[in-house]
């Protein structure tokens, strides 16, 4: 398991088990730095409507498999303890409320 940190100093979880999960999808392969980065230096974090216990991590990722893209790290935030859901790549955010921009 890895113990990585967001912009805010939140120590948020690896495991395994969801690492494997996310490097199945072939377009994820060599990019597990890039899951600690956007966490550390998003671009923008995002909650979705659907779930306030999740938050939407974003940052352009250049030169994947799939050419450039965002990364998203959807992370489960809960009183005491933070965690990674999973991770991909995407043309563009999911709607829901802005939390943070480097915009701003």
Do not use: N
């Not at 398991?1 to 490097?23: F, P």
């Amino acid at each position: 398991m890895r113990q990585l940190v967001d912009h805010e100093g939140l120590t948020v979880r690896l495991t395994d088990e969801r690492l494997a999960h996310i490097l199945e999808h072939p377009e994820m392969a060599g990019l597990e730095d890039s899951i600690a980065e956007t966490l550390a230096r998003p671009q923008r974090i995002v909650q979705p409507a659907s779930d306030d216990t999740v938050r939407l991590y974003y940052r352009l990722c250049r030169g994947t498999r799939v050419g450039d893209k965002l990364i998203c790290v959807a992370v489960k935030v809960r009183p005491g303890y933070a965690f990674v859901l999973t991770a991909y790549l995407t043309d563009k955010p999911k709607k829901g409320t802005l939390l943070w921009s480097a915009d701003t």
